[in-house]
C-alpha cells in the first residue's frame, strides 16, 4: 500500500507501507547504525521517534531476541530504503518483525534523499500516513511532542540486578540493557532505580557508585534529576552516559548546545584528549556540551569526536565523576569502549582503598 | 615530511604475470602522495607502462624482473632509506620476507618480515594466531606421511591439502574427502623439496574479509566489510562478492572487527590488512583462514565501494601519520580516522573471457571482475551477475532450461560460473529453497533475492507491469532494458531512475567530495553539474589485464586533458572507472550498467561539445558528427612477412598531420626487439617514404582523428600493411614514449586547434625524448638512454 512519509516542513518522501497500518508523527531521525536493527528499535532513546535507518537490505542477518535493549519495541515508526525478505538464520523477517511490534513502517523510501535534506535543514517531526494534502501537513505542524519522554521510559519501580561485586545505583533515565550487561560481566551488584529517585533513596541503597543513564529527548525536561545531581556529586563516584553527562555538565553550570549534525551512527571516532588514542564507539545523540563554557568549569575534556570536534567525554577535576556522550556499552557497533566502566570501576576502588572512604577528601 | 622518517623510498613494482592483481591507480596514488610530501620515489618494475605515467614522480625507474636480487642490488647500488612492498602483490611480499639481515638498517614499510612470511608460512601464521588467542583451523605441514596420515585421524575428513614447493609456490588447494581420494592425492609424483600441507576442511561455511588500516600509534579503523554470496571452497575472486557484508548482525560484525584489529596488531602492521574468515552461521563457529598486509584485490574494491582513499592512506601511515591526520593532495587535511558507513551495496562479479561452463573450485579460474552499485541486491545483481548484456544470461538460462531435472541437479552439486542461472531455473522448478541453500551453501537471503527476480521476470514476460507492481519492481532493480521509460512515463511512482553518489555518507570527511556516481532507482538525483562544456567520454567494458590497464591509461589521460583545457570530463561507463586520486573529485563518473543516461535527460544536450566512445558501435540516437569513436577500428591488413617494421600514431586534424611516435620492430634470431621513440633515429630517406604513404592513407580523411600505420620494409621499401582508425594497444607505449603527449593533442585538435601547414618533415616526426623503452619478446623491458639505443639499434641491424 502506498503511503508517505511527511515531514514538519512540508516536503513528503512517497514509499510503500509495512508493519502496522497506523497513522504516527514522532521525531525523525536518521540512523546511521550499520547493524542493530534490534537495538536501535528497542533502545529506550528511540522513545518517540520515527527511526530512518539509511543501510541497505535490510533485515538479512535476522533477528535476535538476545538484543534487545527494552522488553518492548520504544521507537513510533521506521523508515527504510530496501529490505531483505528472508534472513540467513531462518528468524522472523524485518518486514514482519515490525508488524509482530506493531509499529508502523514504510519502504522505498529515497533514505539518500532524506539524510540530506535533514542535513540540510537539521532534525524535524514527520509522519507516517496515507494520504499527503495540506490538512495533513497542517496536524504535524501543530502537533506538540510530549517533553516527558524519560517518565515514559525509566522504570516505574527500583529493581535489582544482583551480582556480588561493587554496587552500584544506576538511575534509569532510559536505561539500554547493554549497561546492565556490562555492569554483570564485571560482577556488579546494581539496583536500578527510576529518573525521579531522590538523593535520600538513593543513599539507603548504600552504593559505592551511581551511575546516570542514557535516556530520550532533551536535559532540560528534567531539572529534578539535575538535583539530585548536585545532592549526591560530592559523596559518590559518578558514571553518566548520553543524557546522564548532559544533566551532569548541566548541574555544574555548563551549557548544553545541540549538534549541527546529530550523531546517530554506531561506529564513530572519539578522541582521547591525553594518549590521542582513537577508538570507534556507538553515537545516539543530538547535544552536546558547549566547548566555550568548559573552561570556566571544574571539568576537563577527555574525548572529542574527530569528525566535528565536539565534546565526547569530561572528567571533573576535584570529584570523581567521569561522563561520556558516547554509548561505551555499544549495542550496536565496535566494543572499543568497553573501558569506559573498567575506568569507573577504578574510580570506586580507588575511593574505597582510601582510609575514610570520604569523596571529599579524593 | 614526518621527521626522522626516510626520505628515498624503492618502490616494489608488480610484475607482468597475468595472476597479479591490476593495481595500477594504487600504484600511481602511491608514488604521487610520496611525490608530493617530498619524498626521492625509485621504482622496480618489469613494465615500466604499468606506472601509468611518464616517470614524472619518480627519481629512478629501475626496469628488470622483480625479485629479491634486483631489490637486493638496488639496495647495494642506492642505498633507499626505506622499501615499499605494498603495491607490489603477492610478490613483492615474498621479495621482503626474503631480506631478512640483508638491508641493513633500511626500513620496510606498510608491511614487515613477520607478516609477510606468515602469508607465506602456513605454520608461522597458526603458530602467531594461536599465540593471539585468534581463531584458527587445524593444519600440519610436514613431508612425513606418517605425520601426515595421524594428523588427519585426528581431525577426520573431509580436509584441504596441497603441496608447498621451496621456491615458495603450491599447487593450490584439493578437497579431500576420503582416504582413497587422500591416498591418490599422496600417490601423485612427489617433487623434491615440496611439503604436503593438510587443513581441516571448511567447505560450506560463508566466507568475509574485513580490510582495516593501522598506524603506528596502535589505532584502527575497519575500512570496509565484503561478503561472498558462494561459499568457502571456491575461489574468494571467482565468488560474487558484496559490500557491506549484510548478512552479519552486530555480534558477529563487532566479533571478526575486533578478531581483524587484534591480528594487525598482532603482526604489527602499518597501513593496510585484509583478513579473511570462515563463519559458519548454525555454530557460529568461525576462523581466520588468511591475511594480505597489503593492497589487494579487496582494497581496489573497498576503494570503489566507500570512497576511502586507501592507497594514499597506507602509504602515509607507513610514513608514520597519525590516522586522523592524513592529507590528500596539495596538504589538504584528510581523517582517516573514519569507519565509511555506506548507504547502498556495491557488488563484484567475475567475468570469464570463454562463454562455456566453467566448474569453480578453490583456485581462480575468472579472467576480470564488474563491478555494480546499486540499493538493494536485486539491483545489484540485475545489474551485474543477471545482466544479459554482460553475460548472455537469457542463452544461458535457455541451455539450462533443456536440461531435465537430474541434470540440472548435477549443475546445483558442482558449482560452475552460471550458478546464478542454475538457481533461477532451479527456482523456476519449484526447488525447495532451504535444500538449495543446504548444497550450494548459499544462504537464503540470496535466494530468496533470485526467486523475487524470478518472479518479477515473469510479471514483466506476461506484461503485467503496472503502477501496482511497478513500486516493488523498482524496488527490485528494473531499470534499464526497455523498463526506464515506464518508470520515466508514471507520475505515480514511489521512485524513478536517477543518478545517486557513491560516496560514503558518514558525517566524517564531508569536505572530500569525490564525484563518483551511480544510476539508480529515488526520487531526486545527487548529480550537480557545472555551468562549463562538457565532454562526456563512454567508457568500454574491460575483459583483460592489458585492457584494464590501456583503459585506466587513456582515460587519465583524456579526463586531465579535458580539465586542463576548460571543460569538464564526465566518464559514463557500464562499470566503475575510479581516477586516481588527484584527478577524483574533479572528474564526475557515473556507472550506468543498462546506459539509460542518455534517456534521463539529466545533462542538458546544449552543454554536450562532444562525445568519446571506447565502444566499436555507435548507439542507435547517436548524432554522428557529435560522437568521436576512440577505439581502433581496423581498415586495412595486409599479410607480409618482413624482418623489419614500424608502427607509427599519427594525429591529424583533417588537412595537416603529426607523427610524434614511431615504434621500430625488428625479428632477429627467434626473438623480437622493439624501441620505442624510433622518430628520432629515422633516417630522412625512411620519413619522407613513410610521409608519403601517411598522406596517401590520410588522401580521404577530412577530420579530426588518430590514426595507426603498421609498415613493413620489403625490398627496401616501407609498405602500409596495416591501418587503424582510433587508438590501439599501443598507446601507453606511444604516449609514455613520445615527448609529444598525442591524447592532449587529440583532445585540443577535437575542441579546434589546428595542426599549422607547411611543417617540415623533422616538425612532423617531431620527439624530444631521451628515455626509449626496449621491449623484448613482448615481455621484457628496459629503458634506454639515447646512446645505449643507438648501440642497441647497431647491434640489431648487424
Redesign the interface.
Known amino acids: 500500500m502506498k503511503r508517505y512519509l511527511i515531514l514538519e516542513d512540508g516536503t513528503v518522501f512517497p514509499g510503500v507501507g509495512f508493519g502496522s497500518s497506523i497513522i504516527t508523527t514522532g521525531q525523525l531521525v536518521i540512523s546511521n547504525n550499520r547493524t542493530g536493527i534490534e537495538q536501535s528499535v528497542t533502545d529506550p532513546d528511540a522513545e518517540g521517534q520515527i527511526l530512518a535507518f539509511a543501510i541497505p537490505s535490510i533485515g538479512s542477518s535476522g533477528i535476535n531476541r538476545d538484543f534487545y535493549e527494552s522488553i518492548n519495541s520504544q521507537c513510533k515508526g521506521v523508515v527504510i530504503g530496501s529490505s531483505s525478505p528472508s534472513t540467513i538464520d531462518g528468524s522472523i523477517s524485518f518486514g514482519d518483525w515490525i508488524a509482530s511490534l506493531g509499529i508502523p513502517g514504510i519502504k522505498n523510501v529515497d533514505v539518500r534523499e532524506l539524510s540530506k535534506h535533514i542535513a540540510e535543514h537539521g532534525e524535524m517531526k514527520a509522519s507516517i500516513m496515507d494520504t499527503h494534502d495540506e490538512h495533513a501537513i497542517d496536524q504535524i505542524k501543530a502537533l506538540v511532542l510530549p517533553p516527558d519522554l524519560v517518565k515514559r521510559v525509566s522504570t516505574r519501580q527500583s529493581y535489582p540486578n544482583p551480582n556480588m561485586g561493587i554496587k552500584i545505583v544506576v538511575v534509569d533515565l532510559g536505561l539500554k540493557y547493554s549497561i546492565l550487561r556490562q555492569l554483570s560481566y564485571r560482577d556488579c551488584n546494581s539496583v536500578i532505580v527510576n529518573y525521579n529517585a531522590t538523593p535520600e533513596e538513593i543513599e539507603n541503597l548504600h552504593p559505592d557508585g551511581i551511575i546516570f543513564s542514557n535516556g530520550p529527548g532533551s536535559p532540560s525536561d528534567i531539572p529534578q534529576t539535575i538535583k539530585t545531581i548536585k545532592a549526591l556529586q560530592k559523596k559518590y563516584p559518578i558514571l553518566g552516559i548520553g543524557l546522564g553527562n548532559l544533566l551532569i555538565a548541566l548541574a555544574n553550570d555548563c551549557k548544553i548546545i545541540k549538534l549541527a549534525q546529530p550523531h546517530h551512527e554506531s561506529s564513530l571516532a572519539v578522541k582521547e584528549v591525553a594518549s590521542g588514542k582513537i577508538d570507534f564507539v556507538n553515537h545516539n545523540h543530538s547535544y552536546t556540551i558547549d566547548q566555550k563554557y568548559i573552561g570556566s568549569s571544574d571539568f576537563i575534556v577527555t574525548n572529542i569526536c574527530v569528525a566535528d570536534g565536539s565534546i565526547e567525554g569530561i572528567r571533573h577535576e576535584y570529584l570523581p565523576i567521569m561522563c561520556v556522550l558516547f554509548e561505551p556499552e555499544a549495542a550496536p557497533g565496535p566494543n572499543d569502549g568497553y573501558y569506559v566502566f573498567d575506568e569507573f570501576l577504578d574510580l570506586i576502588d580507588s575511593i574505597k582503598f582510601q582510609d575514610d572512604g570520604g569523596v571529599d577528601q579524593w | 615530511m614526518v621527521e626522522s622518517e626516510p626520505h628515498s623510498i624503492l618502490v616494489i613494482g608488480p610484475t607482468t604475470s597475468d595472476k597479479n592483481v591490476d593495481l595500477s591507480t594504487a600504484m600511481y596514488d602511491t608514488v604521487e602522495i610520496l611525490h608530493q610530501l617530498g619524498y626521492k620515489t625509485s621504482v622496480i618494475v618489469e613494465d615500466p607502462t604499468s606506472l601509468l605515467s611518464s616517470g614524472k614522480y619518480f627519481d629512478r625507474i629501475v626496469v628488470a624482473r622483480v625479485t629479491g636480487e634486483h631489490v637486493l642490488q638496488y639496495v647495494h647500488e642506492y642505498h633507499p632509506d626505506a622499501i615499499l612492498p605494498t603495491v607490489g602483490d603477492r610478490n613483492a611480499l615474498g621479495i621482503v620476507s626474503s631480506l631478512n639481515g640483508k638491508i641493513g638498517s633500511v626500513k620496510i614499510l606498510g608491511s614487515n618480515y613477520m607478516a609477510s612470511l606468515a602469508t607465506f608460512k602456513r605454520e608461522l601464521f597458526i603458530q602467531k594466531l594461536t599465540e593471539s588467542q585468534l581463531p584458527v583451523i587445524n593444519f600440519v605441514s610436514s613431508d612425513d606421511e606418517k605425520e601426515i596420515y595421524s594428523f588427519i585421524r585426528s581431525i577426520g575428513f573431509p580436509i584441504i591439502a596441497r603441496r608447498r614447493y621451496s621456491n615458495r609456490h603450491s599447487s593450490g588447494w584439493t578437497n579431500i574427502n576420503n582416504l582413497f581420494e587422500l591416498d591418490n592425492f599422496m600417490a601423485l609424483e612427489d617433487i623434491e623439496d615440496s611439503r604436503i600441507e593438510i587443513e581441516r576442511s571448511i567447505r560450506g561455511f560463508s566466507e568475509y574479509s574485513f580490510t582495516v588500516v593501522r598506524d603506528k600509534?596502535?589505532?584502527s579503523?575497519?575500512i570496509g566489510t565484503i561478503e561472498d554470496i558462494e561459499p568457502i571452497g571456491i575461489h574468494h575472486l571467482d565468488s560474487n562478492l558484496i559490500s557491506?557484508a549484510?548478512?552479519?548482525?552486530?555480534?558477529?560484525?563487532?566479533k571478526m572487527?575486533?578478531a581483524s584489529l587484534k591480528l594487525a596488531q598482532a603482526f604489527d602492521i602499518v597501513g593496510v590488512c585484509t583478513v579473511h574468515f570462515a563463519y559458519n552461521?548454525k555454530t557460529n563457529e568461525y576462523f581466520i583462514t588468511e591475511f594480505i598486509p597489503r593492497l589487494s584485490e579487496e582494497t581496489k574494491f573497498l576503494e570503489y565501494a566507500t570512497s576511502y582513499p586507501i592507497a594514499t592512506a597506507v602509504v602515509e601511515l607507513s610514513l608514520g601519520y597519525?590516522?586522523?591526520k592524513l592529507q590528500l593532495d596539495g596538504g589538504r587535511g584528510f581523517?582517516g580516522?573514519?569507519?565509511p558507513?555506506?548507504?547502498?551495496?556495491t557488488s563484484r562479479f567475475p567475468q570469464w573471457s570463454a562463454k562455456g561452463q566453467k566448474y569453480l573450485g578453490p583456485s581462480k579460474t575468472s579472467d576480470s571482475s564488474i563491478v555494480v552499485n546499486?540499493?538493494?541486491?536485486?539491483?545489484v545483481f540485475n545489474k551485474g551477475a543477471l545482466n544479459d548484456k554482460l553475460n548472455h544470461n537469457v542463452e544461458r538460462r535457455e541451455q539450462l532450461s533443456k536440461l531435465d531435472d537430474d541434470q540440472l541437479f548435477e549443475k546445483i552439486i558442482h558449482p560452475t560460473n552460471w550458478m546464478l542461472d542454475v538457481l533461477i531455473e532451479a527456482l523456476r522448478r519449484k526447488f525447495e529453497m532451504p535444500v538449495l541453500s543446504e548444497i550450494t551453501g548459499i544462504?537464503?537471503?540470496y535466494?530468496?533475492?533470485l526467486k523475487?527476480l524470478l518472479d518479477i521476470s515473469n510479471l514483466i514476460d506476461g506484461d503485467e507491469v503496472s503502477t501496482d507492481n511497478i513500486?516493488?519492481l523498482?524496488?527490485m532493480g528494473v531499470k534499464g532494458v526497455g523498463q526506464s521509460e515506464l518508470l520515466l512515463d508514471s507520475d505515480d511512482v514511489?521512485?524513478k531512475t536517477v543518478v545517486?553518489?557513491k560516496r560514503s555518507?558518514?558525517?566524517?570527511?564531508r569536505n572530500y567530495n569525490n564525484q563518483n556516481f551511480f544510476v539508480t532507482a529515488?526520487?531526486?538525483s545527487?548529480l550537480k553539474l557545472s555551468d562549463k562544456n562538457k565532454i562526456i567520454v563512454r567508457s568500454p567494458i574491460i575483459t583483460s589485464k592489458t585492457d584494464i590497464m590501456v583503459r585506466q591509461f587513456v582515460l587519465m589521460q583524456l579526463v586531465q586533458s579535458i580539465a586542463q583545457n576548460g571543460l569538464e570530463a564526465i566518464v559514463i561507463g557500464r562499470e566503475p572507472w575510479t581516477a586516481p586520486l588527484s584527478s577524483r573529485e574533479k572528474v564526475i563518473e557515473i556507472d550506468d550498467p543498462y546506459m539509460e543516461m542518455k534517456s534521463l535527460d539529466l545533462i542538458p544536450e546544449e552543454s554536450i561539445f562532444k562525445v568519446i566512445d571506447f565502444s566499436k558501435h555507435l548507439n542507435e540516437d547517436d548524432q554522428v558528427d557529435n560522437v568521436f569513436q576512440i577505439n581502433a577500428k581496423q581498415l586495412k591488413n595486409v599479410e607480409m612477412p618482413g624482418e623489419i617494421s614500424l608502427r607509427a600514431m599519427v594525429v591529424t586534424d583533417g588537412n595537416n598531420y603529426l607523427v610524434p611516435s614511431v615504434i621500430y620492430r625488428q625479428e632477429s634470431d627467434g626473438h623480437s626487439f622493439e624501441i620505442s621513440s624510433y622518430n628520432n633515429f629515422l633516417p630522412v630517406a625512411d620519413r619522407s617514404a613513410i610521409s608519403k604513404l601517411i598522406e596517401q592513407e590520410l588522401e580521404d580523411n577530412n577530420e579530426v582523428n588518430v590514426f595507426n600505420f603498421e609498415f613493413v620494409r620489403s625490398n627496401d621499401h616501407w609498405v602500409v600493411t596495416k591501418s587503424f582508425e582510433g587508438m590501439t594497444d599501443d598507446i601507453i607505449r606511444h604516449e609514455l614514449a613520445s615527448s609529444v603527449h598525442v591524447i592532449d593533442t587529440l583532445v585540443k585538435l577535437i575542441l579546434g586547434n589546428k595542426i599549422e601547414d607547411n611543417k617540415t618533415l623533422e616538425e612532423i616526426f617531431n620527439n624530444q625524448d631521451n628515455r626509449y623503452l626496449l621491449t623484448v619478446d613482448d615481455k621484457r623491458y628496459n629503458l634506454l638512454d639515447f646512446e645505449s639505443t643507438k648501440e642497441q639499434l647497431a647491434k640489431l641491424l648487424k
Do not use: Y
Open positions: 600509534f596502535d589505532n579503523a575497519l557491506p549484510i548478512s552479519l548482525n552486530d555480534s558477529k560484525l563487532q572487527r575486533t552461521h597519525h590516522l586522523d581523517n580516522a573514519s569507519e558507513f555506506v548507504d547502498h551495496i546499486g540499493f538493494s541486491i536485486e539491483e544462504n537464503m537471503p535466494l530468496t533475492v523475487n513500486e516493488r523498482v524496488e514511489v521512485t545517486k553518489s555518507i558518514t558525517v566524517s570527511n529515488g526520487i531526486k545527487d
